[in-house]
């Protein structure tokens, strides 16, 4: 009988997999990941790479200094790494997977158009699936579609097959990116970005490397890096193709690092460009997919801008927008909490503390608030809590018990 794979080297592949690391990109990144000293101990790259088909293969687990150089290279802990944890090796999903590991078996070792085109339009459900799943959950799926497509680059295939799986391959990475930066872990998060990006590069794929940017610009801006987010946002529209969904986003983006700047005319300015690009976009089929913009979202995207510029327009711009946002169908609950977090710093500028106060709880205890929201719950939390209105306690102890929960300093 052949003996099971350890849960360990099920993950070692998958993780490196997911990355769509060959066995000798992995030697060298741990090699990248030693000190000097470590470095210098080190065996050739023929011998890291045996012992890397070996660990995967489950033969032995790594040991000193392999175990700490695969947490770094992964950026993860070794606990995370070699403790078994069945979420991480994507057992949900196993529907979705299966369907197109059918598909491919139907075509023996070759790829196939069929196998392709289920791909694609499995990344736009997944794109599509990001506005209502919680993205440690929507993360699972998404590598293990990353793990099928590096599976399908070792079979027999086309040069315009090979290019599209690169291109699904660069999306499915953007997406994971995109989902670890909701549960602020951003080195990971940069990591998947990098990935993302050098696909784009490969394949020539403008869209995909701007919204790389973009992404990464989100990421900077709520760590409070606007300078950086701003060259991030001007690069995305510079790299993009003009008009499309990811130029229109990036300019948005740039629209709300003028307002954290506190820069009314550039605010301004980056709105009526965002406003001229989509007065002649049609409504897309599936507005609620990520990477395609839908016009609907840019009056979401002005509360948010001037409600962080502090624009006395902001209260009753926000106030339509979730309005709106409540009555329409099918719902779209991420917009929803961003407009109730629009309109709670809207209504402080507005010196309506108390109001300000009920929105942002009703925000705190939805269940589609992620960590990437916290920093804008603590910024109404903080403003509210020297007013002294009844409302500001409920919330100021409801913020402690997440920040409690997830370790976060209050």
Known sequence: MVAEVPAWAVRLRAERRNRLWSQKDMARRLVEAADDDVRARLPARESIVRRIKAYEAGHNQPDDPYRLLYARAFDLTEIELFEHRQSILGCDGDDEWNALELTRRAAATEVGKGTVDQLEATVDDLAVAYHETPPHELLVRVRRHLDHVSRLLDAKKTLTEHRRLLVAGGWLSLLAGTCLIDLRQFPAASARLRTAAHFAKETEHREIGAWCLETEAWQVLINGDYRRALTLSQA???????????????????????????????????????????????????????????????????????????????????????????????????????????????????????????????????????????????????????????????????????CRRVHQPL
Do not use: M
């Open 236 to 402: 995305a529209q510079r790299l993009a193709p003009r008009g499309s969904s990811a130029y229109i986003q990036a300019t948005a983006q740039e629209g709300r690092v003028w307002a954290r700047l506190g820069a009314a005319r550039e605010t301004h300015d980056a709105l009526n460009r965002v406003a001229r690009l989509v007065a002649p976009l049609p409504d897309p089929d599936r507005p609620e997919h990520h990477y395609r913009y839908d016009p609907a979202k840019s009056d979401a995207y002005i509360a948010t801008t001037l409600s962080w510029l502090g624009d006395s327009a902001a209260e009753p711009y926000a106030r339509d927008v979730l309005l709106r946002q409540e009555s329409d169908r099918p719902r779209r609950p991420r917009r929803i909490l961003a407009a109730r977090l629009d309109l709670a710093l809207a209504l402080l500028t507005a010196d309506h503390p108390d109001e300000a106060a009920h929105i942002t709880f009703t925000a705190l205890t939805d269940q589609h608030l992620v960590p990437s929201h916290h920093w804008r719950v603590a910024e109404v939390v903080k403003a509210v809590e020297p007013c002294r209105v009844p409302e500001s306690v409920e919330l100021s102890e409801a913020y402690r018990e997440l």
